[in-house]
């Protein structure tokens, strides 16, 4: 049977949900189609095959978090946009960790133009936070990958229940973003030590 209406967007949604509520093993053609209320065979109109629908969903995810941090920084610099960045990033990455965590394992195809577009999106609103600390334009990269390193590494930490001491959370990532910040605003010097 094929159910009216649906269409790949719905169908990498529901995929979605599916892995944020149950987990990344619960994911399968066989339970989306279930969810779905359709035959498999029906699946297979919308996505070729359960890695097809894992690039989509995470392909789906950079979108998503590209728009979040980009309304995030709207209107802000330096400082209050990276931590405006930081927190819309940890924010999803807590709301929906079960995608979060497929997308962060996903490879998915370097051919694919509509990967490649997301991530340089995804990319340049990160490089844009950075920006802002005056940092000199060949020191960028360093300091954007140090940011998404810095924010992958504690999201998914938190996501997967590493952080079991006492202390809340939140306060952890106060630091961790003053900590950032100082790293971010002394950036050029540090570079310069160096030479």
């Not at 109109?45 to 979040?68: F, P």
């Not at 309304?71 to 709301?95: H, K, M, N, P, T």
């Not at 995804?122 to 000199?136: K, Q, S, T």
Request: overall charge negative; hydrophobic content about 45%.
């Amino acid at each position: 049977m094929v159910r009216a209406g649906l269409s790949r967007a719905i169908v990498v949604e529901t995929a979605a949900r599916i892995v944020d509520e149950e987990g990344l093993t619960d994911l399968t053609m066989a339970e989306l189609a279930k969810r779905l209320g359709i035959a498999l065979p029906s699946l297979y109109t919308h996505v070729r095959s359960l890695e097809h629908l894992r690039s989509e969903v995470a392909l789906s995810v950079t979108n998503e978090l590209s728009r979040l941090m980009g309304e995030a920084i709207q209107g802000y610099a330096g400082r209050d946009a990276v931590f405006a960045l930081a927190r819309a990033y940890r924010s999803y990455a807590v709301a929906h960790a079960g995608r979060y965590a497929m997308a962060m394992l996903a490879q998915p195809g370097s051919a694919d133009d509509r990967h490649q577009e997301a991530a340089m999106k995804c990319g340049l609103i990160v490089y844009g936070a950075v920006r802002g600390y005056g940092i000199a334009e060949a020191e960028l990269t360093d300091a954007a990958r140090f940011l998404r390193a810095g924010l992958h590494g504690f999201v998914s930490l938190e996501g997967q229940g590493g952080f079991a001491l006492p202390q809340i959370v939140d306060v952890t990532f106060n630091a961790f973003l003053a900590g950032i910040d100082r790293a971010l605003s002394t950036w050029s010097d540090q570079q310069e030590n160096k030479t």
